[in-house]
């Protein structure tokens, strides 16, 4: 037998995948660690990749719009008083989300079901399509 292939002096062989643990992803931070310190400066800079000035963002537990349920949001605010909300119906990246938009200061009207079909919740997902969402509405970039 060969040295490389002599198996562990305790009599178990050890994968060589055990010695390097995988580090933990983004995701996996807690809720309310994530979506400050993750979520928020990721979508400020998407944001701000399309050529417009950084949004205000604000993270923070209370009434939905439009419908009044408590909720956990991330709310934002582009030039010309045109707010977005991004609600969180659990502090679980995973949990039901929503999305309301409003322009000029007016209230929103309109809850959106967001992300409602996909399985595996990431940061990059979050991100990209709120970010195409609010470009949808004409609101970031020379559209």
């Not at 002096?9 to 050890?14: A, F, I, L, V, W």
């Not at 580090?23 to 400020?44: N, R, T, W, Y």
């Not at 045109?82 to 938009?101: D, E, G, M, P, Q």
């Not at 409003?102 to 992300?115: D, R, V």
């Amino acid at each position: 037998m060969s040295e490389s292939a002599q198996p562990a002096t305790n009599g178990e062989s050890r994968p060589a995948a055990a010695a390097k643990a995988k580090p933990p992803s983004p995701e996996d931070q807690p809720f309310d660690s994530f979506i400050p310190k993750l979520l928020m400066p990721a979508l400020a800079a998407e944001i701000q990749g399309y050529g417009g000035p950084s949004p205000q963002l604000v993270f923070e537990q209370g009434p939905m719009p439009v419908v009044g349920s408590e909720c956990w949001m991330v709310k934002g605010e582009l030039p010309g008083q045109r707010r977005f909300w991004l609600c969180f119906t659990a502090a679980s990246i995973n949990s039901a989300k929503t999305v309301a938009v409003a322009e000029g200061g007016s209230k929103p009207s309109l809850l959106e079901s967001f992300l409602i079909d996909e399985k595996k919740m990431s940061l990059a997902l979050l991100v990209s399509r709120l970010v195409q969402r609010l470009n949808g509405q004409k609101w970031l970039g020379p559209n």
